[in-house]
């Protein structure tokens, strides 16, 4: 198990943004690739042609993170619905702990077993959010759910250690893809003055700290949560897209 080389992968919600990233990038790596949508197939139709391209195998499935009955062996899935907390009802939080949380369980709860009767290891990876560190207000359910997948993670990590299984958590920041309205080009020429680095991320960028962690490179990184944010979160909870003046840059300055 120490010797553990990754020759398959299934990438949930792989028809845009991070997850066709992530896709391309374990396909640049080798990897056979499953690609999961939930409702753009034409988009996972394209991320897997793309994969083919690239010399590795594909195939495409319909995923809904929230169809617990029907959820097969994927990795992670999420979205976020948001609103102030006093606004709340319980079907709206529900849903978005469902989403974010419950599907996530599941979805690697199904992997981790598959990669335990095999018996030869495995990297388990789920891509949370800046805000499974630090909270945002308008977000209560989404950051709690965050919150709680890295916290599942961490367990995981321990107790699966002993299968040849690591666990980790990428956690992006602002990242230019179709759910915040932007594409990876946009992601060059939109200024962010909360964010250290000055731009959102792009996708790929995200994609290749998941191409290390499921390579043998990663072998001794479990239980961690690796923060892709260009700097956003030394800058407190409520910086990246919000801030709207540089004047912090030049604190001190006579």
């Known amino acids: 198990m120490s010797d553990f080389t990754p020759r398959h992968a299934i990438v949930t919600g792989s028809d845009s943004g991070i997850g066709a990233a992530t896709a391309l990038a374990l396909a640049d790596a ?3 690739v499953a690609i ?26 319909q995923f809904d993170a929230t169809d617990f009955d029907s959820v097969p062996d994927a990795v992670n899935a999420g979205g976020g619905i948001g609103g102030t907390f006093l606004d709340l009802d319980l ?13 996530a369980f599941l979805a690697l709860h199904t992997a981790a077993r598959r990669m335990v009767q095999a018996g030869s290891g495995g990297r388990l990876i789920a891509v949370s959010s800046v805000h499974e560190h630090q909270p945002r207000v308008g977000s209560a359910p989404y950051v709690a759910a965050k919150h709680g997948l890295g916290g599942l993670i961490k367990t995981m990590a321990l107790e699966l250690g002993q299968y040849g299984i690591t666990a980790n958590a990428v956690a992006p920041g602002e990242i230019a893809t179709p759910i915040n309205d932007m594409s990876a080009d946009d992601a060059e020429r939109t200024h962010r003055p909360g964010i250290p680095l000055g731009r959102p991320g792009k996708p790929s960028e995200v994609a290749d700290v998941i191409r290390f962690l499921a390579s043998p490179s990663g072998s001794y990184v479990s239980g961690a949560s690796w923060v892709v ?8 909870p409520q910086a990246g897209s919000h801030m709207e003046s540089d004047a912090w840059r030049s604190a001190g300055e006579e």
């Open 91 to 103: 079907k709206t939080w529900r849903t978005d702990i469902a989403l974010n949380l419950d599907g």
């Open 30 to 32: 080798g990897i056979d």
């Open 36 to 61: 999961t949508y939930h409702s753009d197939k034409d988009g996972a139709e394209e991320t897997a042609e793309a994969v083919r391209g690239r010399g590795a195998r594909a195939i495409v499935a």
């Open 229 to 236: 944010d260009g700097g956003m979160l030394q800058m407190g």
